[in-house]
């Protein structure tokens, strides 16, 4: 068996918590997966479940309680520029303009560029993104929602990470604007040949944009207990993805999960001495092996379980 690009092994996560009589709250135990070069994989589950603090981990920006990750063959054990992040607050140097926040993380991750070589890798990423022609000058106040994230997603790829991490990057934008940016998001992935792990709370967005849908229970002891492959072909777009034989199939997947599955699989008995998610995948159409397009439609899903 390969190792995967990304590799998540037992990962565990427990704060202090005073009003609980001393004993710490574990927000997830037992987590597992791995992530291959290039993938695009969200992850989905309900509030506080630990999605963000699963993210800081592979950011390596926190320290888990238990378990390991390891990327490209090195253990994550500090913050690094081989991995970029965008949150949802946009995380942008005020004082700065677009364009400079930019060179700024450009100018670090290559100290010895020269200036304008380091402007004009810069501009081409703000280029990508649609935001020239004067934007770039400007400062995060005099720029919308969506323009400053484009700026954070600008930042991100210039530095050229192996590993792209997002944090519910679209959530704070109105549906035109995150659509758009999505777009972009795809298109400059798509050359790019980098990996990405994105948390959504967007069971629509989450198809259109990734190969894997990783499914979180409820916590606390959370776990992520499914990896639905969406098995849609890319290039996708919007309006032909939802005639797709796959795409519904996995959407009420995704949907019953969060509405029931999450709660009924939370806790720790259900959780598997390995850790790992349950892979469910979509049958090819035409397919008339069980979980197949010409198959029981009562039964939409194959499922193989992960050793
Ligand atoms: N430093 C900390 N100390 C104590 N508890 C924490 C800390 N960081 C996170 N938590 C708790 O861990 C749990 C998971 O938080 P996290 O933000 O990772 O969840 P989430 O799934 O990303 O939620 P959301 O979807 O609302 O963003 C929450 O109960 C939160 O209060």
């Known amino acids: 068996m390969t190792v995967p690009f990304l590799k998540i092994e037992q990962l565990a996560q427990r704060f202090p918590s005073p009003d609980r009589g001393g004993e710490p709250l574990t927000v997830f135990e ?45 253990e994550v054990k500090g913050p690094s520029l081989e991995r970029g992040v965008v949150f949802q607050n946009y ?7 677009a364009l400079r926040n930019v060179t700024f993380a450009v100018q670090a991750r290559h100290p010895d560029w ?3 070589k ?69 298109r400059i992935w798509r050359g790019s040949g980098l990996t ?27 776990r992520v207990a499914e990896s639905v492959e969406v098995g849609i072909p890319r290039p996708r777009s919007r309006d032909q ?3 797709h034989p796959n795409y519904y199939k996995a959407r009420n997947h ?13 806790g720790r008995e259900h959780a598997t001495a390995s850790g790992q998610p349950e892979t469910v995948r979509f049958a090819d159409p035409g397919d008339d092996s069980p979980g197949g397009e010409g198959a029981d439609p009562s039964q939409p899903a194959l499922r193989a379980v992960n050793q």
């Not at 992530?35 to 589950?45: A, H, P, R, S, W």
């Not at 792990?197 to 229970?217: C, G, N, P, Q, S």
């Open 254 to 266: 995704l949907v019953h999960f969060l509405a029931r599955r999450s709660k009924e699989l939370a």
């Open 30 to 74: 037992n987590v597992s997966f791995g992530i291959e070069k290039g993938e695009f994989v969200c992850i989905i589950g309900h509030s506080g479940c630990g999605k963000s603090t699963i993210m800081n981990v592979l950011a390596g920006l926190a320290e888990p309680t238990e378990g390991v990750v390891v990327m490209d063959g090195q």
């Open 114 to 116: 020269p200036k304008d």
């Open 91 to 97: 995380s942008l140097l005020p004082w700065l303009s």
């Open 196 to 222: 990405v792990f994105m948390i959504t709370h967007d069971v629509d967005e989450a198809l259109y944009l990734a190969d894997r849908v990783l499914l979180m229970t409820n916590g606390p002891y959370a």
């Open 241 to 243: 993805i939802v005639e």
């Open 118 to 186: 380091v402007k004009a890798h810069s501009y081409r990423f703000l280029e990508l993104v649609g935001l020239t022609g004067g934007a770039e000058r400007r400062k995060p106040s005099q720029l919308s929602g969506g323009m400053r994230q484009r700026v954070s997603i600008a930042r991100a790829f210039a530095i050229e990470p192996k590993l792209l991490l997002l944090d519910e990057p679209f959530g704070a934008l109105d549906a035109l604007t995150r659509g758009s940016i999505q777009d972009e998001l795809l």
